[in-house]
Structures are given as structure tokens and as C-alpha cells.
């Protein structure tokens, strides 16, 4: 089944600056990959996806890189702001049972 | 928008109680899932399932049990609680894109 490492477990930027988030995965067949921001006491929502055949996608302030090759992928938030401040989690499609593996997590903190 | 909705936000059970968290989502989705969440292990799959009256086991089933009988309601059971099953369970619906929605979460204490 996929294998989903993400780094760092926490994350302390100061307002202004960027931030990166970075997730391995094992499926070589693993097409889809999500990242979902979790606030305090709220629900994962998905933020920004990327599938297999590209390999870079952009939204305003967020970014996904992917490298298939070396079965990695990375979220990228520039001039970040304090309303950034959550739990990020990545996932990877286990495409053998079509159901995501999520990794365990960055808590990102924007110091203002 | 997509709605998924949980039956209860927060719940107290004892130890040996049987426990039903209900799911439903109103999007005609095909795929529904039950996670729970732990600090530090993130979001851990326990089951899912494809379609009405299909099942299929997670990473960590052992203890739960699930029931769909309609395509909108994706039930999950512990036969008998556990303190060790105390935390957050999130229910989530995604169709053949795979995009992933997630409920408000139940928190449950097992005393």
C-alpha cells in the first residue's frame, strides 16, 4: 500500500515570509495529490491539488511541485500571513484501493 | 457546496458501550470514509466505502465496524468501546475525482 513521509512535524515563519512543506510517497502508480489546510477545532479543507500530469500548479499564494521521478511533492506558500497559521496535511492516491494515505502533518505558525 | 454532515460534534460514551457515528452526505457521492485523527499520526483511514452495502477495510479497523445502507449514510460502529478509541473521527465523501470532503468530526470520550 502508499507510504505517505511529510516534513517538518512543526513550522515557525515570521509574517511576510514563505513557507514549504514537503512529502514523500511510495505508490509509483499514485496519480492524485491533495494538501488540505485544518484550522483549530475545524474540518480539513483542500486547498490546492495536483495530479500526475503536470508538474507544478499555482493558486495566488499556494503552490504544488511534484517530481514523480523521486516520488516527491512540496506546498509552497509565499508572503505568508498570520490567517495561515494551521495543520497542513499532504496525501497520496493509493491507487491499489483508490482511497488517500495522508501524512501526519506540519503545524504551521506565522508569527506577525 | 458539498455538505457532509456528522451526528454529533462531541460524545461521552463508557467503556463497553456499543456506539454509533452517523454520516451523511447530500453531493451523490459514491466513495465515503471514516478516519480518525490523533495528534502527531495524522489522519488514519479505519474504513471506506465504494458503493451501497460495500465495505473495505482501512489501516486500523480493528474495533470498528461500518454499515451503508443508503448511498448518502456511511455509519460507523464500535461494537465495544474502548478508552483507547477516545479521539477525533472524521467521516469524508469524494466521487471519481478523488477530491476529498470531510464532516465537522466527532469527538468521543470513552470513559
Known amino acids: 500500500g502508499e507510504n505517505v513521509e511529510q516534513h517538518p512535524s512543526t513550522l515557525s515563519v515570521q509574517e511576510g515570509d514563505s513557507a514549504v512543506i514537503k512529502c514523500t510517497y511510495s505508490?509509483?502508480?499514485?496519480?492524485?495529490f491533495p494538501w488540505y489546510k485544518q484550522e483549530l477545532g475545524k474540518r480539513p479543507q483542500l486547498i490546492i491539488d495536483?495530479?500526475?500530469?503536470?508538474g507544478e500548479k499555482k493558486d495566488q499564494r499556494i503552490a504544488v511541485t511534484l517530481n514523480k521521478t523521486a516520488k516527491h511533492f512540496s506546498l509552497h506558500i509565499t508572503e505568508t500571513q498570520p490567517e495561515d497559521s494551521a495543520v497542513y496535511f499532504c496525501?497520496?492516491?493509493?491507487?491499489?484501493?483508490?482511497?488517500?494515505?495522508f501524512g501526519s502533518g506540519t503545524r504551521l505558525q506565522v508569527q506577525p | 457546496d458539498v455538505k457532509v454532515t456528522q451526528s454529533s460534534r462531541y460524545l461521552v460514551k463508557r467503556t463497553g458501550e456499543k456506539v454509533f457515528l452517523e454520516c451523511v452526505q447530500d453531493?451523490?457521492?459514491?466513495?465515503m470514509f471514516w478516519y480518525r485523527q490523533d495528534p502527531g499520526l495524522g489522519l488514519r483511514l479505519i474504513y471506506f466505502?465504494?458503493?451501497?452495502?460495500?465495505?473495505e477495510k482501512g489501516d486500523i479497523p480493528e474495533g470498528y465496524s461500518v454499515s451503508r445502507e443508503k448511498k448518502e449514510r456511511f455509519s460507523l460502529i464500535l461494537e465495544s468501546a474502548s478508552t483507547n478509541q477516545t479521539s477525533m473521527y472524521l467521516c469524508?465523501?469524494?466521487?471519481?475525482?478523488?477530491?476529498?470532503?470531510f464532516g465537522p468530526g466527532t469527538r468521543l470520550t470513552v470513559t
Open positions: 453531493m451523490d457521492h459514491e466513495n
Open positions: 495536483i495530479r500526475s500530469n503536470v
Open positions: 496525501a497520496a492516491l493509493d491507487t491499489g484501493r483508490r482511497a488517500l494515505t
Open positions: 469524508a465523501s469524494s466521487d471519481f475525482t478523488h477530491e476529498q470532503y
Open positions: 505508490d509509483s502508480a499514485s496519480n492524485y
Open positions: 466505502s465504494y458503493d451501497v452495502k460495500m465495505k
